[in-house]
């Protein structure tokens, strides 16, 4: 039995037409993977973000209370473990964040102190988010 011409057109153009719409319904699929992709990437971003700048304030907070405990207090290096800061368990090895505390007096006898912090968090470099405070302390009161 033999199908005539016209019927072997409409069921090549259905399969065409088939795979033209599984096409563009992948296409859209991937791009709804990497806009989600992206919006996540951002989120994450801007968590880091957020985390670096409240680090800072800490910062600020304990070199102003290590400074009324000990008024010869010029800095440290304060390393803050992710469990510290409630970070998942796959953040990685090392520390999870790494603030910077210096007090600078202004001259040798006395006076204005300045006290600069540098929070980086994380520490490593690729997706290091870097906050920085500056405050100018006077002995006046």
């Known amino acids: 039995m033999r ?3 016209r019927r072997s057109r409409r069921r090549g153009l259905t399969s065409v037409a088939v795979l033209v719409l599984l096409f563009v319904i992948a296409l859209v699929g991937a791009s709804l993977v990497r806009l ?3 919006f996540r ?3 994450r971003a801007h968590d880091r973000s957020l985390q670096s700048e409240l680090l800072a304030d800490a910062g600020l907070d304990r070199a102003f209370a290590r400074l009324s405990a000990a008024p010869g207090y010029t ?3 304060w390393e803050i473990p992710a469990e510290a800061l ?3 368990s796959g953040a990685g090895p090392g520390t999870a964040a790494l603030v910077t505390i210096r007090v600078e007096t202004a001259s040798p006898g006395g006076g204005a102190r300045t006290v600069r912090v540098q929070a980086d968090y994380p520490p490593d470099p690729p997706r290091r988010v870097r906050s920085s405070r500056e405050v100018v302390l006077s002995d006046t009161p």
């Open 3 to 5: 199908i005539p011409p």
């Open 36 to 38: 989600s992709v992206t």
């Open 41 to 43: 990437d951002r989120a």
């Open 75 to 77: 800095g440290e290096r």
């Open 86 to 88: 409630g970070a998942a």
